[in-house]
């Protein structure tokens, strides 16, 4: 069974530090990778997606890379800001379920203090 | 356009009540989610629908559970009799046709059960 784990579960830095968020996932046979931005009492809101045969993303200060072999994803915010406090989750899509079912995360949580 | 409607908002009933949660997805999706979501086992799929038809509701916990699409335009996820452990937000997601990987998610109903 596919697990999706990321570390830390919460992390706090100040203003204009970068920030590293780690996804590692149990089983290699994806057909891609997403990240997710949750803020406190609404839904999610889709980042980025990395396809299997990717290695990564960029969208303005986000990138995320995909490690597929080792089962890795890490997101990486450039200078963070207050604003991008949020949980950040992850999820990935089995290669059997390309209909677009998601296997979760239970997400980081960030706190960028100004 | 207005984004994935959910309602209530919040909910708060007695064990063994009837609870119908509503969802409106985004004109002319195809494909409805329904999730639910704790501290314990954070995200959890637990059915979808395509075209108005059910393709997997592996995750639907028990009979307790039920969802509906009538039609293209309305879904609803019905506990019959709730319990506490049910309590959760629960969010409805939609996606198109032409790019199944985008999910759009509502801002969720938190439901609690005493």
Redesign the interface.
Known sequence: KQEVTQIPAALSVPEGENLVLNCSFTDSAIYNLQWFRQDPGKGLTSLLLIQSSQREQTSGRLNASLDKSSGRSTLYIAASQPGDSATYLCAVRLSTDSWGKLQFGAGTQVVVTP | DAG?IQSPRHEVTEMGQEVTLRCKPISGHN?L?WYRQTMMR????LI?F?NNVP??DSGMPEDRFSAKMPNASFSTLKIQPSEPRDSAVY?C?S?PAGD????Y????TRLTVT
Do not use: C, K, R, T
Not at chain 2, 42 to 45: K, P, Q, R, S, T
Not at chain 2, 105 to 108: A, E, K, N, Q
């Open positions: 994935v494909s989610f954070g995200l959890e799929l979808y395509n393709i997997d969010f997601a996606s199944p990987y985008e999910q998610f509502g801002p969720g």
